[in-house]
């Protein structure tokens, strides 16, 4: 790197040295190509930037424009009814949250403690904790279809049906992951100090953990939960073996339940239009909720952030 | 023993269970899926099930070749638009952007990232194939729109958030220390950035980009909505594909009475993991090395 930093450095001063040799406009078309090179690339970025951005438009204009065409109340309200062309989707959305609350409950349980012993009980950057972070960044990267056909084996192997509970599972496997790397960040930055402070007021591990610790990360960690959240009730993969649609409301763990993604899925894959216009209506319902898990997670965030030591 | 004491180890040994558990999870997973992927192997070949063409489940013919070279297709032509467009957004925000657009897009990377598979398959069908039917229309090419192009694009837009971000995180370990020293020997901002930040988060990069394939690689709703899911080693851009885990997810799960099908469908489950994880841990094991 160095040799061509010297480089381009010696640029200018070079020209300068020869300057009186050259003539003005190779001088001028010198800057000129330095300063083009910079401007195309620049365009270049800015371009992408705003397709991007364009994207972002298109895919929330064109959702809820076609999605509150076909939506009223009777969709958030009733349960499907003469196959599917009157009545709602209640059961996609009571499914939905069940699962999702679900998923992430079980997540939650799982991942708390793991996360206090990677940086509460051992050292945050000794062997285990260092482990842990890239098993999490593998399991992070498995797709959720590999998640949903290993929720099948699961429950084909203890003769369960395909079920809320199953779908749980599945589901708290692919939320498991996203949920310990955003909170072991948020841990990671916690001041060691405050950990200092506890252990030499005499509290144990397990009382700094949960009675200081927390208390400190909480904004970052109910993010990380509805982060979760979101993630688990828009994924379609991990359900698809192990929900098992059907069209009334889950009433118990064995009961089969049907989700939001689901019910866009099956609903578009039918030649019928007006069964069509009802999974539009579920995907605007869908990315209304997701976007509202993103605002709360960060109302939330300042709303907890009051206990936090800075 | 003190009970405060007591509550300590007990969480102590509890935790260290659970964590090791969650790890063995992992390799539960990879074990489980050979081993049910086993039977397919053993009938035919790993070479048959991987280099050929026949898939004919009633027979006993499993060639997963079109349903690879569907994914791989894809997923490279997602890469090869989301990667450089990534990228530039990555510099920008990095290096470029006023403070105000770059509080601006934030959230919209935010949102972006949030939004469900599925919902991306909706938007690629209404507005993504009917666009590639016209336009190849216009090159007089006839497709119906569910098309390799489709998959591509619709893939493409849905990996960028996610290569912006983890590249953003990349350029922001480039110490600042080097941009002042570049600056101050006279050097433009754009070389400062060609030659000092990029090469020094180059590798980075690399490793953004296949986090992003890897992304890719799985992604299953979506795809399969808009790619058209027809069995063949596709020709054109215009030609419909069918990746691997459009086949899991529209097959698993029906027809297990058939013999060796479920396995064969989990060998496919098997490859897509295998290949995730490989590309996942080159990139994090590329990253670590960066950071330190």
């Known amino acids: ?310 | 023993m003190d009970s405060r004491l007591l509550t300590d180890r007990m969480s102590r040994h509890v935790f260290f269970v659970l964590t090791f558990l969650v790890c063995l999870v992992m390799v539960i997973l990879a074990v489980v899926l050979w081993i049910k992927s086993l039977p397919v192997v053993q009938a035919t070949s790993l070479r048959d099930v991987l280099f050929t063409s026949d898939w004919n489940p009633e027979e006993g013919k499993f060639g997963l070749l079109p349903y690879m070279a569907g994914t791989v297709f894809v997923t490279a032509l997602a890469m090869l638009l989301a990667a450089p467009m990534s990228i530039l957004v990555a510099v920008y925000l990095s290096e470029y952007a006023p403070g105000w657009v770059r509080v601006a897009i934030l959230p919209v990377m935010d949102v972006l990232s949030g939004i469900p598979s599925i919902v991306y398959g909706v938007v690629g069908v209404l507005v993504v194939v009917p666009a590639v039917g016209k336009f190849s229309d216009m090159l007089g090419l006839y497709s119906s729109g569910y098309s390799l192009l489709a998959g591509g694009i619709v893939l493409a837009v849905m990996v960028s958030p996610f290569i912006i971000s983890v590249g953003r995180e990349v350029l922001s370990t480039v110490p600042a220390g080097l941009r002042d020293a570049s600056l101050s020997l006279g050097a433009t901002k754009w070389q400062t950035v060609k030659f000092v930040v990029l090469r020094r988060a180059r590798a980075g990069m690399v490793a953004a980009v296949m986090l992003g394939f890897s992304r890719a690689f799985g992604e299953t709703i979506a795809v399969l909505m808009v790619v058209g899911n027809v069995a063949q080693i596709p020709k054109s851009l215009f030609d419909p594909a069918y990746p691997l885990p459009a086949l899991l997810a529209n097959k698993y799960g029906e027809m297990m009475s058939v013999p060796l099908y479920d396995s064969a469908l989990l060998f496919s489950a098997f490859v897509l993991l295998a290949v995730v994880l490989l590309f996942n841990a080159m990139a994090r094991l590329a990253m670590k090395m960066i950071s330190n």
């Open chain 1, 1 to 310: 790197m160095r040799s061509r930093l010297r480089n381009y450095a010696a640029q200018p001063a070079r020209s300068v040295m020869t300057g009186k040799q050259e003539s003005g406009v190779m001088k001028l078309k010198r800057i000129d190509t330095r300063k083009l090179e910079e401007g195309i690339f620049k365009a270049l970025m800015i371009l992408s930037t705003c397709v991007v951005v364009s994207a972002l438009l298109v895919i929330l204009g064109v959702i809820l424009f076609r999605g509150f065409n076909s939506l009223s109340i009777e969709m958030v309200t009733a349960r499907p009814r003469s196959g599917y062309r009157e009545g709602g989707i209640l059961n996609a959305i009571v499914g939905s949250l069940l699962v999702g609350g679900g998923a992430t409950a079980l997540a939650l349980a799982m991942s708390l403690p793991l996360v206090f012993y990677m940086n509460v009980y051992v050292r945050r950057e000794s062997l285990t904790p260092r482990v842990m972070r890239f098993v999490m960044d593998l399991m992070w990267g498995v797709p959720s279809i590999v998640y949903g056909a290993f929720g099948f084996i699961i429950m084909s192997t203890f003769g369960m049906r395909a079920s809320l509970g199953a779908a749980i599972i599945a589901v708290s496997l692919l939320e498991l992951p996203i949920m310990v790397r955003a909170m072991d960040e948020v841990m990671r930055m916690a001041p060691i100090e405050i950990e200092e402070a506890s252990y030499s007021m005499g509290a144990t591990g397990f009382e700094t953990a949960f009675k200081v610790i927390l208390r400190q990360t909480l904004p970052g960690l109910a993010t990380a939960v509805l982060m979760a959240f979101g993630r688990g009730i828009g994924d379609t993969a991990a359900v698809l073996f192990t929900a098992g649609f059907s069209d009334s409301v889950p009433t118990s763990l064995s009961s089969p339940a049907a989700t939001l993604p689901l019910a866009v899925f099956f609903q578009l894959g039918t030649p019928f239009m007006d069964v069509q216009e009802r999974a539009y209506a579920a995907a605007a319902i869908l990315t209304f909720i997701v976007l509202a898990v993103s605002i709360v997670s960060r109302l939330v965030a300042r709303a907890t952030s009051r206990h936090v030591v800075r």
